[in-house]
């Protein structure tokens, strides 16, 4: 795949007599894509069924005679203020019962119906208008799903459809009540009529109501998006796409991107950091000006499995950002970093986030390529460098990783539900594992719970994928690879019961877990021989070998010649312990890596990143602060 940039813009922010300049600079600096429109109804549709095309009509003619390609973006993450008299329900509610108001962004429910054709309404017509243009090369749906915590809704609209919902996957209320368990505190229903949404309870609802709910949630953002794609597709052969962004995982990402063609994220490293990775205060002040030297890594594997190998970033931070509790400017040379990273992961494009800092409403302390006053910003040097070296730079060439990694939404959903422990996450764990795999010089696949061909890797790792299904545990069983799994894999059956056997009952392993624990971060469990189990701890009890133990010799990994069971949650220490005992046991080189430095390899190139401030000293020679290193294989 070729590389390219791109930036995002909002011509109806400007007068027109600046769109022409602007194209000739973005043209100039490199740039091959524009994202135009996400948030532009209300130009769109002044007023109901008043439509006016007119000016978007100029700009994109303006965009593509300079060269540029546009990415369409369908408007409806902005509803107009007349779309709320019209469907005054149409509303989100929080799970306090409080309706989220007009006067931001994404102030719908992706449940009410109403909306839904109101949005489909206006994909088909932007379709129809734009779908053969020859400007318009791709397609954005919506924007940032799940963005301000808005995938789940406790409306009346919410209510009714989860109940149509239940009523149709379990066709009797006795098969749910047998399911979820609800003769427990006498939460047996009559009719899935009677069966309400689980907020407002006065303590905890049961945690097989809450998943459900979960995955309804879920399945109304990939029907919202569907009914948007449909539209397009009847009318425009280019791609289809959709900007996810970083940690969120309230809905199931692989089952929106069936129906894209690519994948795209919105990439903030400095405000992440801030917010996202959950770092402590001595990490965050380490990379203030970097970013978390694997998270966006994680999220560009994620996303390249998302959209089956074609993923972009649609939004890069190209400067300081407005959102984040703290917002510092990047450290020289980040914004550069940072794209070449998302090139050695695959990306196809990058494109910055913004052209122009507005000078308006919410996001004027957010910055853009250019200055309000149309200064360049500095960020504009770096993507010209950028543009410059990619000249000599080949194709993107994707190769297989050594190891894989599975993610799983609805593993996140049930670690959400029941966590067990202040602070556990699915997604914290996942991400652990990545790091570890990270600071051991690997690179990553990071796949789907669906997947089954596992063919070519050496080593697969599925910590705390909650419900493992039985096919699932074949395929792994049957692959060559060694598997990690744990802790919580395979502890819950589809309905959120503890199944029988006990868990995790893995072909291979003569283990089961007979009983769990949550620690306090003050009483970690020291593993003997270095490292410790931290917030979570299983029992062990079986046959396999132990070949991690406390100090106090309960077993914590218990192995055979195919798998391998990890029954806590293990600090950096012990999970470094653990990566390098399996890559010995798959036959995998590791390399440690001075700290802040990865490394990314292609089928064709090897990239070196050092996240560091100081320079760094790698076995390629001397990486400067925020150095890029590009070596062909």
Known sequence: MKR??????????????????????????????????????????????DLQWEWLDRAIDVLGSAGLKVVLGTPTATPPRWMITRHPDMLAVDAEGRPRKFGSRRHYCFSHLGYREESRRITRLMAHRYGRNPHVAAWQTDNEYGCHDTTISYSDAARVGFQEWLAQKYQSIDALNRAWG????????????????????????????????????????VAFNRAQVDEIKDHSDAPTSHNYMGRVTDFDHFEVGRDLEIATWDSYPLGFLEDRVGADAEHQRAFARQGDPDFQAFHHDLYRAVGHGRWWVMEQQPGPVNWAPYNPTPLPGMVRLWTWEAFAHGAEAVCYFRWRQAPFAQEQMHAGMLRPDSVDAPAVAEAMQVAAEMQDAPDVQ?????????????????????????????????????????RAGLSVDIVSKDTRDFTGYRLILAPGLVHMPDDLKLALDDTKAHVLCGPRTAARDQYFNIPHPLPPAIPGLDLYISRVESLRPDMPLALNGGGAVIGYSEELEGTSEAVLRTQQGAPVAMTSDHATYCGGWLDDAGLDRLIALLCGKSGIATRAQPEGVRVRQTATEEFWFNYSATAAETEHGSLPPAGVLRRKL
């Open 4 to 49: 390219t940039l791109g930036t995002c813009y909002y011509p109806e922010h400007w007068p027109e007599e600046m769109w022409v300049d602007d194209a000739r600079r973005m043209a100039e600096a490199g740039l091959t894509w524009v994202r135009i429109g996400e948030f532009s109804w209300s130009r769109l549709e002044p007023t109901p069924n």
């Open 398 to 438: 994707p190769a297989q990783a050594p190891v894989a990694l599975i993610f799983d939404y609805d593993a996140d959903w049930a670690w959400s539900t029941q966590p067990h422990g202040d602070g556990l996450s699915y997604f914290g764990l996942v991400f652990n594992h990545y790091r570890a795999l990270r």
């Open 182 to 221: 609800n003769v427990f505190w006498s939460m047996e229903y009559a009719d899935f009529g009677e069966i309400d949404l689980p907020n407002l309870t006065v303590t905890e609802p049961n945690p097989a109501h809450a998943q459900e709910f979960r995955r309804y949630s879920s399945d109304m953002v």
